[in-house]
């Protein structure tokens, strides 16, 4: 079967020209979207791997329209499993996603489309580089710094790796006055337990250790770019003129010889900062460049063994994460959503019986990974918190019946026998009564 021609950018966003003919969804098939004057059809923007046109609901509101630049086959099991896993695991800073198998129409022919929430904002480094010298500065890149942190513990506690982290997929979003806020964009190299396709990238260069490809997928793949994008931001609000450095769009303080090489004079200035925090930071992370790529787990590690203070933990409950159900027939993957219940709703996982601890990293069903944490998995039962008496059969299987009915002889055995011994006696008392 000869592979269809996959359209491009432009023809995707001509087709917003036309959106009852071509968009399949009903929502965005009543959409308007704003014009590109210069190059004609819809305004896009156009990244390395997807275009995006941002459609306005005619209910108010609007969304982002992904399409593809080429064929993915996986995006559909990824961007399912994402959305499934993130409406038990939310986190602040990721937003909703829709994935669509057949949403636009061209020529007869159909293709897949992600719609997401509108996130109205400046990337990262975009924010970082227009608020330099101004006016209150410093606390905005403090606050942001404690922002970022406080989405980094929101994504640990969730067992999501976004797996692309730069300044670029970062994105601002100011409230005229209140607290800014984050939010991650690009999920195509997400990871999160259960999910089995491969990434599709080893993320952007001037935010990854130097051997990266040593570091299997995993929940902590973004130890060391949430570390880089934490300790590019409060060294920002220590000394502004570190910003020097920066060079290039989606980049903060470093480029990727600045990783492979933690003696450039970035290093230099990061090491002699006047926030002694910020010091004992650089000097954290030049020894984990210098080392192996796993040496921390979490930005949380890294800001440990720099001597500083744990944050709180996120509001909220701690969310677990219950392992999926085997595979049914090869037709259906390992990794499929839950099946909907007898009224259409979701069936959820099983929940754990109360008082148990949170599930500990353990084996999963491939077996556990050499040296590293894995999960979803249990290598045995867990243990009952001490104190808690949990229902007999939560924990103790139940005695099966050919081992019930001895006992039931047992006990009766036992009470005719005391029976007889206190009739006995009754009558040895009575005829020591009745000869006095």
């Known amino acids: 079967m000869p592979t269809r021609t996959w359209p491009d950018g432009s023809t995707f966003q001509a087709c917003a020209q036309n959106p009852s003919v071509h968009f399949l969804d009903p929502e965005l098939a009543a959409a308007t979207f704003e014009s590109d004057r210069k190059h004609g059809g819809a305004q ?20 982002a329209v992904r399409f593809s630049k080429q064929e993915d086959q996986e995006a559909s099991v990824r961007y399912h499993e994402l959305s499934r896993h993130l409406s ?14 057949n949403g636009l129409r061209i020529s007869g022919e159909h293709y897949p489309l992600l719609k997401m929430d509108w996130v109205s904002g400046k990337s990262l480094d975009n924010y970082v580089s227009k608020r330099i010298g101004a006016p209150g500065a410093t606390g905005d890149f403090v ?31 100011e409230n005229g006055g209140r607290p800014v806020e984050l939010r991650l964009v690009d999920y195509d190299n997400v990871w ?41 931001l409060t060294a920002l609000a220590a000394d502004p003129a570190l910003w020097q450095f920066h060079n290039s769009d989606d980049r903060l303080l470093f480029e990727k010889s600045d990783l492979s090489d933690p003696s450039k004079d970035v290093w230099t200035a990061l090491l002699q900062s006047p926030d002694a925090a910020v010091a004992s930071l650089a000097r954290v992370t030049v020894a984990w460049l210098r080392g192996s790529p796993g ?3 979490s930005l949380e590690q890294a800001l440990t063994a720099a001597g500083q203070h744990p944050a709180p933990q996120p509001h909220g409950r701690v969310n677990v994460w219950h392992p999926q159900p085997p595979a049914g027939s090869g037709t259906v993957p390992a990794n499929r959503a839950w099946p909907p219940g007898p009224t259409g709703t979701t069936v959820p996982p ?26 979803p998995g249990l290598a045995q039962p867990p243990t009952p918190m ?13 005695v099966p019946p050919s081992q019930q009915v001895p ?9 005719f026998t005391v029976v007889i011994l206190a009739v006995i006696v009754a009558v040895m008392i009575l005829s020591g009564i009745a000869q006095a």
């Open 192 to 232: 999160l337990p259960g999910l089995h396709t491969p990434l599709k990238e080893s993320g952007h260069p001037a935010f990854q250790h130097p051997r990266r490809s040593e570091l299997p997928a995993g929940p902590d793949l973004d130890a060391l770019p949430n570390t880089l994008t934490y300790l590019s």
């Open 350 to 375: 099983p929940q754990q019986p109360a008082g148990w601890p949170p599930r500990s990293a353990g084996a999963t069903a491939a077996g556990p990974v050499q040296g590293r944490q894995t999960w």
């Open 88 to 101: 038990s695991n939310p986190v602040s800073t990721m937003v909703s996603t829709s994935w669509t198998n």
């Open 295 to 297: 040496r921390f787990e």
């Open 407 to 415: 006992e039931k002889n047992n006990r009766a055995a036992l009470v």
């Open 44 to 63: 896009a923007w156009s990244g390395g791997r997807a275009t995006v046109i941002r459609a306005n609901r005619p209910t108010g509101g609007s969304v």
């Open 386 to 398: 001490p104190g808690r008496h949990p229902a007999p059969s939560s924990l103790s299987p139940p």
């Open 143 to 173: 606050a942001l710094a404690q922002a970022w942190r406080e989405s980094c513990l929101s994504l640990t506690a969730a067992r999501i790796s976004h797996g692309d982290i730069h300044a670029g997929n970062t994105l601002v979003c």
